[in-house]
């Protein structure tokens, strides 16, 4: 078993460093957040992911897992060092890698013998070359340093999940050395891996991130194109997931992805092409076709009102996808504001995110409207004139046509998810709109 420390308590990192401890590695989880740490030296997880605060607890109390803000203490006689810290998108829509430069300033200072260090965050193509020299350059003991890359492909929502059962493990590396080293890392986790270069690693997490939210934008397109022939989108998915060549995810349409990946990782990988002189052009239209799809309800809720101006208007999900508290780059983030701007009165449910809804957006006044926040649906859609959904959390999906239709003083619902089956809200009486659908019965 080894000893390893994570920088970096967020998604990846936390999710990373539980999973090693379940597999029997002792591991130390370092974050800058001295809050954060608290929290979950309490045995409180800061993120919400299904699982997590369980494995959290069992393996603290096994003994396998600690956390600190004292990196010093955790990185210096570690085997391994797991890099997950963020690396957010530049106005620019390059990666900022400052988080990741201090981390390997760090380590350099600390390590006082030869270690591994695993870069897992996501970065442009050559960064773990620059780590790696960054490293060498600032080294104070005399010892061994390399650096190797193993992008994470977690999905948020179902994190623990995805990262005991992954798919496949990638091995960014090409010295033998390193190579053994993630290999025994991994060996009780018995995932399929992939070893290939570096930077052909770091390629691999920006292509995959790329195609995936490619294929969510071209289901898009296709499915306001159905919008204007007469076709369904849903039934278009179906016919076409049966084919292995396209197989059966990603092919929902809806108001676009968000979270704190796909957004950035296809600006960042445009941005590289633009580096080196190639325009990406599939990816910059996939860019384009997010960005307006994500106000898409409310061009279509604009269209169908003279304002919203005094509106009690239910909006129905807040975070980026169902499964998480993220908000970053959530639909919710652009349309709210929007509405607010309008004079919208705002009834805002969301099972987990709320809380860091509110932290961005209090309850009261904003703007020309104002926003409130409920625990239960009921109280969002009672007397409202119109229903936003933004998420299809299934406390969301739990709600039956007929309850749109007796709560609401107007039953009048913009669906960014297709949640229902058209014939279902007309039977009862509710006046609905989704994305990309046609009902012809
Ligand atoms: P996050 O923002 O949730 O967490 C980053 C954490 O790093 C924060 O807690 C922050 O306080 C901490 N940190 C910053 N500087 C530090 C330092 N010097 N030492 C220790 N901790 C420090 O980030 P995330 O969502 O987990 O993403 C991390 C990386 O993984 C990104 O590159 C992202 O693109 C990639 N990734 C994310 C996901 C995902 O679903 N979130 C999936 C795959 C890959």
Redesign the pocket.
């Known amino acids: 078993m080894c000893k390893i420390a994570i920088?970096?308590?967020?998604?990846?990192?936390?999710v990373s460093g539980v999973c090693f401890a379940e597999k029997g590695h002792q591991v130390t989880c370092?974050?800058?957040?001295e809050n954060?740490v608290n929290i979950m030296k309490s045995g409180v997880s800061p993120?919400y992911e299904a699982d997590l605060e369980e494995l959290m607890q069992k393996n603290y109390a096994e003994g396998r897992i600690s956390y600190t803000t004292d990196?010093k203490s955790a990185y210096k006689d570690a085997d391994a060092i797991f890099i997950?810290?963020?690396?957010?998108e530049q106005p620019d829509g390059s990666?900022n890698l400052t988080?990741i430069a201090?981390?390997a300033r760090?380590i350099a200072e600390t390590v006082m013998r030869d270690c591994l260090v695993v870069v897992?965050?996501?970065?442009p193509i050559g960064t773990n070359d620059k780590v790696e020299q960054f490293i060498k350059d600032f080294l104070i003991n005399d010892v061994k340093v390399e650096v190797a890359s193993n992008?994470?492909?977690?999905?948020?929502g179902t994190?623990v999940r995805d990262t005991l059962h992954a798919a496949r493990v990638i091995i960014g590396t090409d010295s033998k050395w390193a190579e053994d080293m993630l290999k025994k890392i991994y060996e009780p986790f018995n995932l399929p891996i992939v070893s290939v270069s570096r930077r052909s690693a770091e390629m691999i997490?920006y292509a995959s991130n790329n195609f995936l939210a490619l294929k969510i934008s071209y289901m898009n397109d296709i499915a306001n194109l159905c919008e204007l022939v007469g076709a369904d989108i849903q039934d278009v998915a179906k016919g076409m997931s049966f084919d292995e060549r396209i197989g059966n995810k990603f092919l929902s349409a809806g108001i676009g992805y968000g979270?704190?990946?796909f957004p950035?990782?296809t600006k960042a990988l445009e941005y590289l092409a633009k580096q080196n002189g190639y325009e990406l052009r599939t990816v910059k239209a996939g860019i384009a076709v997010n960005k307006e799809q994500k106000t898409l309800l409310y061009k279509k809720a604009s269209s169908r009102l003279i304002t919203f101006n005094g509106l009690k208007v239910a909006v129905l999900g807040l975070t980026f996808k169902p499964g998480t508290d993220?908000l970053r780059e959530a639909p919710s983030l652009e349309n709210v504001p929007l509405l607010l701007a309008q004079g919208a009165n705002i009834y805002a449910f969301d099972p987990v995110g709320k809380k860091n809804f509110e932290d961005r957006f209090p309850e009261g006044k904003h703007d020309k409207g104002r926003i409130t926040y409920v625990d239960n649906i009921k109280d969002a859609l009672i007397d409202a004139n119109i229903c936003f959904i933004f998420t299809e959390w299934s406390e969301v999906k739990s709600v039956a046509p007929e309850d749109y239709k007796n709560l609401m003083r107007t039953p009048l619902v913009f669906d960014g998810r297709n949640i229902y089956e058209i014939k279902d809200m007309r039977k009862a009486g509710v006046e609905y709109y989704s994305v990309g659908r046609n009902y012809h019965g």
């Open positions: 920088a970096g308590t967020g998604y990846v990192g936390l370092v974050d800058t957040d954060k993120i990196y997950g810290v963020g690396t957010p990666a988080y201090t981390v760090q897992k965050s996501t970065v992008p994470e492909f977690l999905a948020q994190a997490k979270g704190s990946c950035k990782d993220d």
